[in-house]
């Protein structure tokens, strides 16, 4: 709605403010059952741009005031938004490493020659917020985590060998007409008597197969069987041997040692009496077997096949006795080759 005025020049009012120096008509008259119009407060000193009309006159619009209030509104609004940008930045920052964070920009800076009056939107106090500590205790020491591969497999505590039964059998059998003791005999074999009877060859690069001694030995070479080998020692090898040890009366033995072992292994005598009887005896840690041979009026040969396991490291033991002779002067127990495999 438009007021005039009776004593100026014509002016709209813009912002419900007067012109300097004017006041309401004087025949303004309240409308019925309206209260008597109120004459608005003077406006305070400000700059005003009057736009005249053509010909000079001053009757034109003051509108330098309304655009200025406009503008500082705008350039407020426009301070306050950008504030509140930067701090919903420096929270949703504030999620990250504190150290890496940017501090937020200040606001910019608002012109000096705002009206009278003017107020700013400014950035309320926000208290910092206290960063929640996550670090170890002080006796904790962090240092850098190490992962070790182990470049062997772990060693398992070592199981206790199950405990070794030992056990011994002996069987006796025909000697067959020539026996090769160098394929019979792969851990060891011997021979006795060759050209002597204290001549003992075996195979080379062993020595297995002991022997303990006994009674007096003597030589003989009419043997029924033959014997052959090579790779010995001290003779390299032989072929048809019939030759053999004996010893007299009764009482005589001969002794044999040969090693034990967990895997059973095979050990072969090969003996005889001549008119005599012979007993074989056979023991290992706690067992033992027994075989016996007699000829009454001539020679008699076997081969006799032990078979045998026991703890490591023990030994077996094998003693060939004269039991009774049927001679008044030399009824014996002869012995001719041993093998072990």
Not at 45 to 66: C, F, N, Q, W, Y
Not at 83 to 92: A, M, R
Request: proline letters at 11%; a positive charge.
């Amino acid at each position: 709605m438009h007021d005039r005025d009776d004593e100026g020049p014509s002016r709209l009012r813009i912002g419900g403010w007067l012109a300097s120096g004017g006041r309401p008509p004087a025949d303004a008259r309240a409308l019925p059952g309206r209260p008597a119009r109120r004459a608005l407060p003077a406006a305070p000193p400000s700059k005003e741009l009057v736009l005249a009309k053509p010909g000079g006159t001053t009757d034109g619009i003051h509108i330098g005031r309304h655009r200025s209030g406009r503008r500082w509104w705008r350039l407020a609004a426009a301070s306050a938004a950008a504030t509140l940008v930067v701090i919903g930045i420096v929270q949703v920052a504030g999620d990250g490493d504190p150290a890496t964070t940017p501090a937020a920009a200040p606001p910019a800076p608002l012109p000096a020659d705002l009206p009278e009056g003017y107020w700013s939107l400014t950035t309320p106090s926000v208290e910092p917020e206290v960063p929640v500590s996550i670090a170890p205790p002080p006796s904790f020491s962090a240092g850098p985590v190490h992962t070790r591969v182990p470049t062997t497999a772990p060693r398992s505590p070592s199981a206790t060998p199950a405990p070794v039964t030992s056990t011994v059998s002996v069987t006796a059998g025909t000697i067959p007409p020539v026996v090769d003791l160098s394929a019979e005999g792969s851990r060891d074999w011997v021979h006795w008597g060759l050209t002597g009877a204290d001549s003992v060859n075996r195979r080379s690069g062993t020595a297995q197969i002991e022997d303990l001694g006994g009674s007096p030995r003597g030589r003989y070479d009419n043997n029924p069987q033959l014997y052959r080998w090579s790779g010995g020692t001290p003779t390299g090898s032989a072929g048809r041997t019939p030759t053999g040890v004996y010893t007299c009366g009764q009482g005589a033995t001969i002794t044999l040692r040969a090693p034990a072992g967990p895997a059973t292994r095979t050990l072969r005598v090969y003996a005889g009496v001549w008119m005599a009887a012979g007993r074989l005896t056979v023991t290992v840690d706690g067992a033992s077997a027994t075989r016996t041979l007699e000829n009454r009026e001539a020679i008699s040969t076997q081969r006799f096949e032990i078979r045998y396991r026991a703890e490591a490291g023990s030994r077996l033991t094998v003693t060939w006795t004269a039991t009774a002779v049927h001679h008044p002067t030399c009824g014996n127990i002869d012995l001719q080759a041993a093998t072990l495999s």
